[in-house]
């Protein structure tokens, strides 16, 4: 087994396990950490996520990103499945663990779109990724996120992601987070919205950001 599958499972149990865990904490201990508390959760644990495997597999931790940086030509596609599948089993393995410590919570942390508003939901989705990809792609170095420049500059969009849409979609931007919630909760409705979402999000940052560096390069080529 790669070193940088396994780092990948480590990077995104952690995130699932302490985005999530602080929204199951947050439900048992009477809104103790609030809506800003586990929006900061989430972007401080993929910051230090980012300094803790960033060098070895280039903490991807959601498979969107892992396909976002193939689509750029920055991925070998033989790594993507088996990325993904370490992304996966990693989240499943954190929302597992939280059901064994906290049995009476009444939620994983599970991602729905607020009163059945799909067409909202997949909008949301589809561009809070399309930032965080455009950030992505822009402080990364080649499919590696690293480096300081990289963890606070991704973490912040994390951050910035689900103080937005946290109250409307739960601010996935990542099909293995919502993965291992729904798994362990058995609520699925609007599943698909968080896969199509990240999806069509940095699909559109990748042709996005193909654009502005042809232009960038026109108009250096011309000066």
Known sequence: MKRQWVAELIGTFALVFFGTG????????????????????????????????GDISGAHLNPAVTI?????GRFPGSQVSMYILAQGIGA???????WLLFPETAT???T?????RYFTGL???????????MVILSVSTGAKEKGITAAIAIGATVTIGALFGGPVTGASMNPART????IMSGHWNGFWIYLAGPLAGVATAVLLCRFLQSKHTINDNNA
């Open 68 to 72: 976002g940086f193939s689509l750029a």
């Open 179 to 182: 993965l291992g919630p729904a």
């Open 92 to 98: 499943i393995a954190a929302s597992a663990l939280l």
């Open 112 to 116: 729905i779109p607020v009163n059945d």
């Open 108 to 110: 994983f942390g599970e």
């Open 22 to 53: 602080a929204v199951v904490i947050n439900s048992i201990y009477g809104e103790l950490l609030g809506h800003i508390g586990i929006s900061a959760m989430f972007g401080l644990i993929v910051m230090v996520m980012i300094y803790a495997v």
């Open 123 to 133: 909008g949301v989705e589809v561009i809070l990724t399309f930032v965080l990809m």
